[in-house]
């Protein structure tokens, strides 16, 4: 007989040895929707409604983890994250409620987004969609790049992944700016990064590409204001998160050639509109777009569900994962997971 209840807010590719393992491990899993076109975010209610039976709940990127639904988890010992951002996931309320949240920040992760904003930055310097579109019509006219060596760089968010976009940029003989209020001194040094302020780094900056989280003070803070800044022949370039970033703002910059362009993985919400102007043709030459697939690689995936599954396991059996977003709470979360567990 299963000792946990566990749902699967969003089953990814290969959930089936998810559950394998989950199964072995002494759970009962629920799954939410699955389909490779499934969109639908679930609702709050029925998140409410099924909260009040779980041990833990396994949530993707879609679904919003609210205060509401953690109260509604009487038995609730844990939430586990696949991926990185716990934005959606009201971490604080988790905290007061003794529930431990963990997340996946497995090094194909990072590795694998930073490997697709330098690729954005290329795509966006050599043209390859006016290139691509060309040549398919056999259109042979001179089309002007932009040489990225010597070029300057700006890094915002300088953590594993900033940091990884730097160490694969440098090759390429580029200045490297980066502003990160708590970027390491002596890692941004051997990097030969220039810590600076953000209107400096926007201002100098050929290239600005986003690596830092959703917070208050970054919500939206890519604004007019900051686009305005930018030199008219800079790029932007978001892997992070579409919140970061006033699309609005974002729109209004392309179409009056405030900046060159932009290749956004990310947005804000996801996925956009079918109506929303960045997805029109007349931007198809200045926009570069993917559907947050930057980081999305087999190595990744596969890391990502069984950290996800160990995390939550070991959260379930009363042991500290190996990915701990609110580590304060530990001590009260044993005595819930004790409590729980006795009724």
């Known amino acids: 007989m299963a000792r946990w209840k566990v749902f699967l807010t969003e089953p990814i590719d290969g959930y089936e040895r998810m559950v394998e393992n989950?199964?072995?491990?002494?759970?009962?899993?629920?799954?939410?929707?699955?389909?490779?076109?499934a969109t639908r975010?679930?609702?709050?209610?029925?998140?409410?409604?099924?909260?009040?039976?779980?041990?833990?709940?396994?949530?993707?990127?879609?679904?919003?983890?609210?205060?509401?639904?953690l109260e509604a988890g009487t038995r609730l010992g844990t939430i586990?994250?696949?991926?990185?951002?716990?934005?959606?996931?009201?971490?604080?309320?988790?905290?007061?409620?003794?529930?431990?949240?963990?997340?996946?920040?497995?090094?194909?992760?990072?590795?694998?987004?930073?490997?697709?904003?330098?690729?954005?930055?290329?795509?966006?310097a050599k043209n390859l969609k006016r290139c691509d579109f060309n040549a398919r019509r056999i259109i042979w006219k001179d089309i002007v790049n932009v040489l990225v060596c010597g070029k300057t760089v700006g890094i915002v968010g300088l953590g594993n992944i900033g940091n990884r976009v730097a160490e694969l940029l440098t090759p390429f003989g580029v200045r490297l700016l980066a502003y990160d209020p708590y970027a390491n001194q002596e890692r941004a040094a051997h990097l030969r990064v220039e810590l600076t302020d953000l209107e400096t780094l926007l201002r100098e900056s050929d290239f600005v590409t986003l690596h830092c989280v959703t917070t208050p003070?970054?919500?939206?803070f890519m604004n007019e204001a900051r686009f305005r800044l930018m030199k008219p022949g800079a790029y932007l370039i978001n892997t992070a998160r579409g919140a970061l970033v006033n699309e609005r703002d974002l729109n209004r910059a392309l179409r009056e050639d405030w900046i060159a362009g932009a290749a956004l993985d990310v947005y804000d919400p996801e996925p956009p509109a079918p109506?929303?102007?960045?997805?029109?043709?007349?931007?198809?030459?200045?926009?570069?777009?993917?559907?947050?697939?930057?980081?999305?690689?087999?190595?990744?995936?596969?890391?990502?569900?069984?950290?996800?599954?160990?995390?939550?396991?070991?959260?379930?059996?009363?042991?500290?994962?190996?990915?701990?977003?609110?580590?304060?709470?530990?001590?009260?979360?044993?005595?819930?997971?004790?409590?729980?567990?006795?009724?």
């Open 22 to 37: 989950l199964e072995k491990g002494g759970c009962e899993v629920s799954l939410g929707p699955h389909t490779r076109e």
């Open 41 to 69: 975010e679930i609702s709050e209610e029925e998140l409410i409604r099924r909260a009040a039976d779980l041990d833990a709940i396994m949530v993707g990127t879609r679904e919003r983890i609210t205060r509401k639904i």
């Open 80 to 124: 586990a994250k696949y991926a990185i951002g716990v934005e959606r996931i009201d971490v604080k309320a988790a905290t007061e409620l003794a529930i431990l949240v963990s997340n996946t920040p497995v090094v194909e992760n990072f590795v694998g987004v930073a490997e697709g904003a330098v690729a954005r930055i290329l795509a966006l």
């Open 217 to 220: 003070e970054t919500r939206g």
């Open 275 to 343: 109506d929303n102007p960045l997805l029109s043709p007349e931007l198809e030459f200045k926009t570069q777009l993917s559907p947050h697939a930057a980081g999305a690689t087999p190595e990744m995936t596969r890391r990502m569900s069984a950290a996800q599954v160990e995390n939550c396991l070991r959260a379930l059996r009363g042991e500290i994962p190996e990915f701990v977003v609110n580590p304060p709470v530990i001590p009260r979360w044993r005595d819930r997971l004790d409590k729980s567990q006795q009724t």
